[in-house]
């Protein structure tokens, strides 16, 4: 009886601590987090080209018409990644380009080909994004500016939304608007000679069109500038190019994703460029004349399929159709082996093949009853092959020193039937 | 003709896309260790930058790859 007793009070108070027991409350807050840095992408690239028919001289296939090229460019971009008190991870991206060039065909500006033959484009960028990770959708807007030798500038803004879907699939659409101010520097024999003033006329006197647009007179025997143009600023026409992306990515399978991008462009202004010449059948030159409005239709799909542990297939295919008679096919096949999880080489091989635009023609092939006309062999028909070799380095502790996470060399041979051949060597470091 | 025959390729390419996505497995997160992997990537490489852009100025078509698709610069 007593252990009945006791045990019924035993339970008893088990059951009293039971009920009494006090839930702990959560008191950890969550708390924002300032903009911090993230990460650092350094890219150069060095760019040799060596090809005829420049657009300068009209097509021409001889001396004239060389339009060999030499491109070095730099950029840096730089990414802070902070959360706001509503959990969204804002992502602020900043970046500047600088390329140099040198171009054979640029000191054909100027008619004796004494126009400079090089220059420096500079080119920011910058761009914020909100991500919601919760509801899974991404808000971006951006801005870009650019200015070189002949345009005054160009300035481009944009605007992004995409959303994931339940199934590992994710939509985007984006909006971009580029409006350029190109200079109208025309050849130097457009440009009327008494655009300089006070310098008569002499048979050492050459007048040259600089890569900017400015005329000068120069003693041909000495190379003095004896006179300079007038201070007025060279006119600019605009150039409006807008554009809607659409883009569907998936995951298939856990070893294959693939995706879809379609955009759909507008250009609207002036199309060509002042200083590209166009020869017609009866020899006379003049400077092309393209429709004040383009549209452009391409859709790519991407596939990347991971064989076994080590072998990827990155496969790309791309159509392209526009209003002035442009059809392009694109097909690119890239395969990174990894040597070891951090190494990896990648052979690639793109193929291209277009149509030529219908205002297209060759060295004296316009007549001059042809409403639009240019002889810019990049709106010619042709086929390129393009080829070469990348090598990526990521040790998880850092080539050299811990921050620099991952090193990418790549180079490319590219080759067009249009006697256009260029080699590329480009480089990324990558610090985290 | 041949313009009639790009504009049907065309028309074509998407749905075919579709049915490509539209069997399509569902992959846990423990499953995605190779569809993570940075070179698995569906964008062009930071890398490939400077030969996307001279593609741009050297031919007369561009986009739907992540690159310009017009305007800003001093080119065609």
């Known amino acids: 009886m007593k252990k009945i007793c006791l045990t019924v009070v035993g339970m008893y108070f088990m059951l009293l601590h039971a009920f009494s027991q006090v839930s702990v409350k959560d008191t950890s807050t969550y708390k924002p987090k300032k903009l911090k840095l993230d990460e650092i992408n350094l890219v150069s690239s060095y760019y040799n080209q060596t090809a005829d028919k420049s657009a300068v001289m009209g097509g021409r296939t001889d001396s004239k018409g060389i339009g060999d090229v030499t491109d ?34 640029q000191a054909y500006v100027d008619s004796n080909g004494h126009a400079r033959n090089n220059g420096t484009r500079i080119y920011p960028t910058l761009d914020w994004s909100i991500e919601n990770e919760k509801k899974g959708t991404e808000f971006g807007i951006g801005a870009y500016y650019s200015a070189e030798h002949n345009y005054y500038h160009s300035i481009g803004l944009n605007s992004s939304f995409s959303k994931k879907t339940h199934n590992n699939g994710e939509f985007s659409f984006k909006l971009t608007g580029y409006f350029d101010q190109i200079k109208m520097i025309k050849p130097s024999e457009f440009i009327p000679v008494d655009s300089v003033k006070n310098v008569p006329t002499t048979d050492s006197i050459v007048y040259i069109t600089t890569a900017s647009g400015r005329t000068e007179a120069i003693n041909y025997g000495t190379g003095q500038v ?21 883009s569907f990515s998936q995951v298939i399978n856990a070893r294959m994703q693939a995706s879809i991008a379609l955009d759909l462009v507008y250009m609207n202004g002036y199309l060509g460029l002042p200083f590209h010449r166009v020869y017609f059948n009866n020899g006379k030159d003049t400077i092309e004349n393209l429709p004040s409005q383009r549209f452009k239709f391409p859709i790519g799909i991407r596939l990347n399929y991971f064989i076994g542990d080590n072998i990827i297939l990155r496969g790309y295919y791309r ?71 990348g090598i990526r380095l990521a040790p998880p502790k850092g080539i050299l020193i811990k921050s620099l996470s991952v090193l990418e060399l790549r180079y490319s041979h590219y080759t067009q039937t249009t006697n256009l051949a260029a080699d590329m060597i480009s480089l990324n470091l990558k610090f985290k | 003709m041949m313009k009639r025959n790009a504009l049907i390729k065309y028309c074509c390419a998407v749905p075919i896309a579709g049915l490509m996505f539209a069997s399509c497995a569902h992959v846990k997160e423990y499953q995605k260790s190779r569809i993570n992997d940075s070179e698995m990537s569906l964008a062009n490489r930071k890398v490939e930058k400077g030969e996307m852009n001279a593609q741009s100025y050297r031919e007369g078509s561009s986009g739907a790859n992540g690159g310009k698709t017009g305007g800003g610069c001093g080119c065609n």
């Open chain 1, 226 to 246: 004896v006179g300079k143009g007038s201070r007025v600023k060279t006119p600019s026409q605009a150039r409006d190019t807008y554009t809607a992306s659409f």
């Open chain 1, 319 to 389: 159509f392209y159709i526009d209003n002035w008679g442009l059809v392009s096919h694109t097909a690119s096949l890239e395969v990174p082996i990894k040597i070891t999880p951090f190494i990896s080489l990648s052979p690639f091989y793109r193929y291209y093949v277009q149509t030529a635009a219908k205002y297209f023609a060759p060295y004296e092939g316009h007549s001059p009853q042809d409403q639009y006309y240019t002889s810019n062999y990049a709106l010619a028909d042709f086929q390129s092959h393009s080829y070469g070799m």
């Open chain 1, 72 to 105: 070095l460019a730099n950029g840096i971009d730089i990414k802070f990644i902070g959360w706001d008190g509503k959990r969204r991870k804002n992502t602020l991206t900043g970046g500047i380009g600088i390329d140099y060039h040198t171009a054979a065909s």
